[in-house]
């Protein structure tokens, strides 16, 4: 100040104006004012923040390194320019009017809170950065709860920015606003659904980036890819984009495979319909056809002398069919079905496996194969599905036993040829 004096001594020996003197003396003050804040500026952006790059390349830790990259330290060292200039502010104009004083003053605090907020910011796309890398957490949606972050924080900013700016009491402002609530809610109603959507789905862990979903109502029948605060994005196996409301999956059912992929094994749940008048007892020459099919000795063995205890016991001739017990060439069949998928390395024997019956229907009786393969990528999983009905409709001929389908018009050519 004592300096600021001296000019405006010599400046009115000069001839200047006392009033022109001492405004000349504030323009100057401010510059000073300006001058040293950027050079702390850039003391803390060019000497600083390289020593503390140089620190954080020889750590161990990849927190510190994402930290530095996303520019939080760069934010946190722009704090200190309008952090001085706010301090130094009200000594340059300490003679002026109170009104200009206060001016600046909230156009500085403005400016450090935009700073802060840019920091804050840059602080959640880092710690998400951070999370998102952890094997546990890897596939939860974190985007979507980064984004809630970040629009509350700039919510809440740009209410104390407002508020700064008029000279009210943030809190105040904020209550004040709870009369235009509704309306707030009408033009941000897909942000707070999405929000609250977002919340229920990581919380309740219904839904992970990775995970095959199927929604047929949105046309949705694959891989999610992105979870936002207002989209879901899902990739479908046509390489189709379709994209999803959060509150959808919250409010609407949908089906989600993670349950299967974590199993280990996908199942397969397919029947054929089998001809009810080729279904006859097992003669002892089919039976001893039978026998020599490997999968099938110890079975047929095993059953002749349940079938021959109960005869016995009951004093039943083999040969009489009422009220006896004899084998079924549908009945071996099934047996064989069961010993084979059994024997099947591609086939998941932890899980359910079994070979049944289903209602006899007009077009036959259906057979159903029961079982779940051992991988639950796609395409091996329809070859081991193929394979093994493949073989079934070979090997049904075999048993006497004829697959029901409708006739074709080759069947009605035989048939008159016949004729």
């Not at 022109?20 to 001058?35: C, M, S």
């Not at 890819?225 to 989209?231: A, Q, R």
């Amino acid at each position: 100040m004592e300096v600021l004096n001296q000019i405006d001594l010599l400046l009115i020996s000069w001839g200047m104006a006392p009033e022109w003197a001492e405004q000349l003396d504030q323009y100057i003050a401010f510059l000073l004012v300006l001058l040293i804040a950027f050079a702390a500026d850039w003391v803390c952006r060019k000497l600083l923040l390289r020593l503390v790059a140089r620190l954080v390349k020889k750590t161990k830790v990849t927190w510190d390194d994402i930290l530095f990259d996303q520019k939080v330290m760069i934010h946190l060292s722009r704090v200190v320019a309008p952090l001085i200039i706010t301090w130094l502010i009200p000594v340059a104009f300490a003679e002026s009017s109170s009104k200009v004083l206060d001016l600046l003053l909230r156009l500085c605090n403005v400016y450090i809170l935009i700073t802060l907020l840019n920091l804050i910011n840059s602080l959640l796309k880092a710690i998400y950065l951070v999370y998102s890398e952890k094997e546990q957490l890897r596939n939860r949606p974190l985007k979507g709860l980064l984004q809630t972050g970040q629009v509350v924080v700039w919510f809440i900013g740009a209410i104390v920015a407002l508020a700064i700016l008029i000279g009210r009491d943030p809190l105040a402002l904020l209550a004040g606003l709870g009369a235009s609530a509704a309306i707030l809610m009408l033009v941000f109603k897909d942000s707070i659904m999405g929000v609250v959507s977002g919340v229920q789905l990581s919380a309740n862990d219904m839904l992970k980036v990775g995970d095959w979903i199927t929604m047929p109502k949105y046309g949705a029948d694959g891989s999610v890819i992105e979870v936002t605060l207002n989209t879901v994005k899902v990739q479908n196996w046509d390489k189709t984009i379709t994209t999803i409301p959060p509150y959808a999956l919250v409010s609407d059912s949908f089906q989600n495979w993670r349950g299967m992929r974590e199993s280990g094994g996908r199942r397969v749940k397919r029947s054929i319909n089998i001809d009810m008048t080729s279904v006859c007892f097992c003669t002892p020459e089919m039976l001893d056809k039978y026998r020599k099919i490997a999968l099938l000795s110890d079975y047929i063995e095993t059953t002749e002398q349940v079938v021959a205890a109960y005869n016995k016991a009951h004093n039943i001739d083999n040969s009489i069919l009422v009220n006896g017990r004899r084998q079924t060439n549908l009945g071996v069949f099934r047996a064989y079905l069961t010993a084979y998928l059994k024997h099947l390395p591609t086939i998941n024997q932890q899980l359910t496996c079994m070979v049944r019956h289903l209602q006899p229907t007009d077009r036959g009786i259906p057979i159903e194969l029961y079982f779940f393969t051992d991988t639950v990528d796609w395409i091996p999983y329809e070859s081991i599905q193929a394979d093994v009905f493949d073989h079934l409709l070979a090997i049904v001929p075999e048993f006497g036993l004829r697959v029901f389908q409708s006739p074709t018009g080759a069947d009605f050519q035989k048939d008159s040829a016949a004729i």
